[in-house]
């Protein structure tokens, strides 16, 4: 179980002030796969972020009784002066997690070879995701936090990525962010819009998806975000 109580995150953007969540209270069930639709720069990327512990709310919580992810593929914590191998030596450490086996598992599923020994600043962005999703996939989390996890590699890659996700998925739930609905309709059996601040929770995935695309369909400054 995920909960968010009154959680509150608000920034100034170009001048303005520009709402995120707006108070929002919620409660995604344990096991559940949650696609979490919205408009570009409505901030579901910053919402992810905040229910992932990275990103701190101005106000109010979120609580959860099992073990969450950082945003599956995401690079942004590895230190750059430390190796490939380094690095995920450290995120074992700090998840409690054997670290011989991690660097083990994402030397096989990233396929840097050589690389992986190097320093990470020397890294090509797609090296860095390489390693990203390696590291998120080597460790068993209860929720997975999910940002376009598909955009990863190359085709080959990716579809390698896609089937080890799968499989996780058999045993954890997901909070989604995706721009394509196929992916959505593949991977979660339920929905979470957020417009303007506020977040609404739909357990029947298609009704999410239809107030999603009749946002869309509203320019923004007709819907004020």
Same mark, same amino acid.
């Given at each position: 179980?995920?909960?968010l109580?009154?959680?509150?995150?608000?920034?100034?953007?170009?001048?303005?002030?520009?709402?995120?969540?707006?108070?929002?209270?919620?409660? $995604?069930?344990?096991?559940?796969?949650?696609?979490?639709?919205?408009?570009?720069?409505a901030?579901?990327?910053?919402?992810?972020?905040?229910?992932?512990?990275?990103?701190?709310?101005?106000?109010?919580?979120?609580?959860?009784?099992?073990?969450?992810?950082?945003?599956?593929?995401?690079?942004?914590?590895?230190?750059?002066?430390?190796?490939?191998?380094?690095?995920?030596? $450290?995120?074992?450490?700090?998840?409690?997690?054997?670290?011989?086996?991690?660097?083990?598992?994402?030397?096989?599923?990233?396929?840097?070879?050589?690389?992986?020994?190097?320093?990470?600043?020397?890294?090509?962005?797609?090296?860095?995701?390489?390693?990203?999703?390696?590291?998120?996939?080597?460790?068993?989390?209860?929720?997975?936090?999910v940002?376009?996890?598909?955009?990863?590699?190359?085709a080959?890659?990716?579809?390698?990525?896609?089937?080890?996700?799968?499989?996780?998925?058999?045993?954890?739930?997901?909070?989604?962010?995706?721009?394509?609905?196929?992916?959505?309709?593949?991977?979660?059996?339920?929905?979470?819009?957020?417009?303007?601040?506020?977040?609404?929770?739909f357990?029947?995935l298609?009704?999410?998806?239809?107030?999603?695309?009749?946002?869309?369909?509203v320019?923004?400054?007709?819907?004020?975000?």
């Amino acid at each position: 179980m995920i909960r968010l109580e009154n959680l509150t995150k608000a920034y100034r953007l170009k001048g303005r002030r520009h709402v995120v969540a707006d108070a929002l209270n919620a409660e $995604f069930p344990t096991g559940a796969s949650v696609a979490l639709l919205g408009r570009n720069g409505a901030g579901k990327s910053t919402l992810l972020k905040m229910i992932a512990g990275t990103v701190s709310p101005n106000s109010g919580r979120v609580v959860s009784d099992g073990t969450i992810s950082w945003p599956v593929g995401f690079a942004g914590s590895f230190h750059g002066e430390l190796t490939g191998a380094q690095n995920v030596r $450290f995120v074992a450490r700090i998840y409690g997690v054997d670290t011989d086996e991690l660097v083990d598992y994402v030397a096989e599923f990233s396929e840097l070879g050589a690389h992986y020994h190097q320093p990470f600043a020397s890294y090509s962005s797609g090296m860095r995701s390489r390693l990203a999703m390696g590291t998120s996939m080597g460790i068993h989390f209860d929720t997975y936090l999910v940002d376009e996890v598909t955009s990863v590699g190359d085709a080959e890659f990716r579809a390698k990525s896609q089937r080890v996700f799968n499989d996780r998925m058999s045993t954890s739930g997901a909070i989604v962010v995706s721009h394509s609905m196929p992916m959505i309709r593949q991977m979660c059996n339920m929905g979470a819009v957020l417009e303007g601040g506020q977040l609404r929770v739909f357990y029947n995935l298609e009704d999410a998806i239809a107030l999603h695309e009749s946002i869309l369909r509203v320019p923004p400054n007709v819907a004020g975000d």
